[in-house]
Every structure is written in C-alpha cells, then in structure tokens.
C-alpha cells in the first residue's frame, strides 16, 4: 500500500511540474503589475480560470491529500533496528585498570 502511494504522490509531483511549467505568464506591462484594468470584475483581469488553471488546482489538491496520506502511513509503520536484534555479550569478569607505575623524576 505503501509503495503504491509512493508512486502515485512522485506521479503527480511530476504532473504538478509539467502543469505550472505549460501555463502562460500574467503578462508584463505595467498596468498589470498595479492591478489596473479591469480588476474589479467577477472572475478578476484574466477572466474565468483556464483548463491548466484548473488542472494545477487539482493536481495540488491531490498533491496535498497523498502528501498527507503518506505521512500518516509512515507514522503507522513499525520500524526495525538490527542493534535491537543483536543479542548481549556476557563477559564472565570485568575488567582491571591496569596497574600505575610510578614516575621517573
């Protein structure tokens, strides 16, 4: 289950990309950037929102529930050390500090 969402979330990351990267810019002149035109109206100064404007909302809402999917996924998943499995060495004695000597002057 894992592995499939996986795949479906790098599938729309890619589908996100190519998406933003097709649409067309705002537009630069300088009217634009001040929001003059005709701003005020119902949809804004674009007018109603294009088909790749409505395929990047969707792909950003699906973007957004795998994300989300994923990571309760992994919160759920029990996780393995291979220290935890080593078993504890028995050492029959502890070990002496070696003896001091005492220094030469």
Not at 33 to 54: C, D, I, M, V
């Amino acid at each position: 289950m894992y592995s499939a969402m996986l795949a479906l979330h790098i599938g729309v990351c890619f589908t996100i990309i190519i998406v933003v990267l097709l649409q067309a810019g705002k537009g630069s002149d300088i009217g634009a950037a001040f929001g003059g035109g005709s701003s005020q109206t119902l949809f804004g100064s674009r007018g109603p929102q294009s088909f790749l404007g409505k395929m990047t909302t969707a792909t950003a809402i699906l973007f957004m529930l795998t994300s989300l999917f994923l990571a309760t996924l992994s919160s759920k998943k029990k996780s393995s050390s291979v220290i935890l499995n080593q078993p504890i060495a028995q050492d029959a004695a502890p070990k002496e500090a070696p003896a001091a000597t005492p220094e030469a002057k």
